[in-house]
């Protein structure tokens, strides 16, 4: 990390030409991409500059400026301006304006602001996200989509083979049958193969393409602003933008109730554990759920409410990779148990909704 503090200090300095230093105030968790973003503040003027520096992504932050542009239509007020874009000692760095200190992720989940007033942060976000999605809608082309679900299903693969939980290499039980909580369900490849079987949609929208409370940086007066735009652009299939907007809840805010317990017994994974989303957070994933009949017309097709699912699920087995970046090791096996879950739930009945989990407790005031 001082490697990063050292070129973030560097290029701050290379941008505004002076001699002082600017003040470090925050240092920003790694992304999935491994880019860490550096807070700076001025140490005269008290302007603050995000700095964010990443070696070797997948998409550059050059491609991602350019990406940005395209949301200026649709979201020109909550977007920061980027000041200043280099290479510094072999990382990429851009520098924007520091519209605010923290993500709405941060102060959800730190309790450093008024509950309701981040509820009203929150489903001022997904009111106007869902509003760019309506009147963006055209013809979906999957080879100009910025999130290819095929080539992402390949690096999620890829990426689990390298999974330990509870002791357990993921690789060495790759096909055996998963019990979770005394329910028998497919295997993790066969789950897997489950998810590739995704439809095409009938529609692309512009999207942020990653839309959740962790890039969203919380301003002053109830304002908001969408950072991280490596996954930007039109052609974005809405059914998985929805998981999203929907999947944070679980992937960052499930709270366990005991220490799960793994074990692979009789050529079978087992797996035992009991989770809650606390009862503070469930209105969030309430109002995310608002833009359930907006975007899907009511889920009258069996097959749209399965494939969302199954977008869920890829996203619950995605995060997996980065539970150690976030010092969240421990919900290893929760996730990996509501992947197989919602894999699995393409049912044939006429209850079959979206977002269902079953092993998933909701927490009740007493």
Same mark, same amino acid.
């Given at each position: 990390?001082?490697?990063?503090?050292?070129?973030?200090?560097?290029?701050?300095?290379?941008?505004?030409?002076?001699?002082?230093?600017?003040?470090?105030?925050?240092?920003?968790?790694?992304?999935?991409?491994?880019?860490?973003?550096?807070?700076?503040?001025?140490?005269?003027?008290?302007?603050?500059?995000?700095?964010?520096?990443?070696?070797?992504?997948?998409?550059?932050?050059?491609?991602? @400026?350019?990406?940005?542009?395209?949301? @200026?239509?649709?979201?020109?007020?909550?977007?920061?301006? !980027?000041?200043?874009?280099?290479?510094?000692?072999?990382?990429?760095?851009?520098?924007?304006?520091?519209?605010?200190?923290?993500?709405?992720?941060?102060? @959800?989940?730190?309790?450093?602001?008024?509950?309701?007033?981040?509820?009203?942060?929150?489903?001022?976000?997904?009111?106007?996200?869902?509003?760019?999605?309506?009147?963006?809608?055209?013809?979906?082309?999957?080879?100009?989509?910025? #999130?290819?679900?095929?080539?992402?299903?390949?690096?999620?693969?890829?990426?689990?083979?390298?999974?330990?939980?509870?002791?357990?290499?993921?690789?060495?039980?790759?096909?055996?049958?998963?019990?979770?909580?005394?329910?028998?369900?497919?295997?993790?490849?066969?789950?897997?193969?489950?998810?590739?079987?995704?439809?095409?949609?009938?529609?692309?929208?512009?999207?942020?393409?990653?839309?959740?409370?962790?890039?969203?940086?919380?301003?002053?007066?109830?304002?908001?602003?969408?950072?991280?735009?490596?996954?930007?652009?039109?052609?974005?299939?809405? #059914?998985?933008?929805?998981?999203?907007?929907?999947?944070?809840?679980?992937?960052?805010?499930?709270?366990?109730?005991?220490?799960?317990?793994?074990? !692979?017994?009789?050529?079978?994974?087992?797996?035992?554990?009991?989770?809650?989303?606390?009862?503070?957070?469930?209105?969030?994933?309430?109002?995310?759920?608002?833009?359930?009949?907006?975007?899907?017309?009511?889920?009258?097709?069996?097959?749209?409410?399965?494939?969302?699912? #199954?977008?869920?699920?890829?996203?619950?087995?995605?995060?997996?990779?980065?539970?150690?970046?976030?010092?969240?090791?421990?919900?290893?096996?929760?996730?990996?148990?509501?992947?197989?879950?919602?894999?699995?739930?393409?049912?044939?009945?006429?209850?079959?909704?979206?977002?269902?989990?079953?092993?998933?407790?909701?927490?009740?005031?007493?």
């Amino acid at each position: 990390m001082s490697e990063i503090v050292r070129v973030a200090t560097k290029a701050i300095r290379m941008m505004l030409r002076e001699q002082d230093d600017p003040e470090l105030i925050l240092i920003s968790f790694p992304g999935s991409s491994g880019a860490r973003v550096s807070i700076f503040r001025h140490s005269r003027t008290n302007f603050l500059y995000a700095v964010k520096c990443v070696k070797n992504s997948r998409v550059s932050l050059v491609d991602e @400026i350019a990406r940005k542009e395209i949301l @200026i239509p649709y979201l020109r007020d909550h977007l920061p301006k !980027v000041l200043w874009c280099q290479i510094v000692d072999g990382f990429e760095v851009m520098i924007s304006e520091c519209t605010g200190v923290h993500t709405l992720h941060r102060l @959800i989940t730190d309790s450093n602001m008024p509950q309701v007033y981040l509820l009203a942060v929150w489903k001022d976000v997904v009111e106007t996200l869902v509003h760019m999605w309506k009147i963006s809608q055209h013809k979906f082309q999957e080879a100009l989509c910025p #999130r290819f679900f095929p080539a992402r299903i390949q690096r999620i693969k890829e990426g689990l083979q390298s999974v330990v939980f509870g002791g357990v290499r993921l690789s060495e039980c790759w096909d055996l049958p998963v019990i979770i909580n005394g329910n028998e369900y497919f295997s993790v490849s066969e789950s897997l193969e489950k998810i590739t079987q995704v439809g095409k949609p009938m529609m692309g929208v512009v999207c942020h393409g990653d839309p959740q409370p962790s890039n969203i940086v919380v301003g002053g007066s109830h304002t908001w602003y969408c950072v991280d735009w490596e996954w930007a652009g039109p052609h974005q299939d809405w #059914r998985m933008m929805l998981a999203h907007l929907y999947g944070w809840w679980s992937t960052r805010c499930l709270v366990l109730t005991s220490k799960p317990v793994v074990r !692979v017994y009789g050529k079978r994974l087992e797996i035992e554990y009991e989770a809650i989303i606390p009862v503070h957070l469930q209105p969030y994933r309430d109002i995310a759920m608002l833009a359930v009949p907006i975007m899907s017309n009511g889920f009258s097709n069996k097959e749209t409410v399965c494939d969302i699912n #199954r977008f869920l699920s890829a996203l619950y087995f995605g995060e997996l990779r980065f539970l150690g970046l976030w010092g969240r090791e421990v919900f290893a096996s929760s996730m990996l148990a509501q992947a197989v879950i919602t894999a699995n739930q393409q049912g044939q009945g006429e209850s079959l909704q979206p977002f269902q989990f079953p092993q998933q407790k909701e927490q009740v005031n007493v």
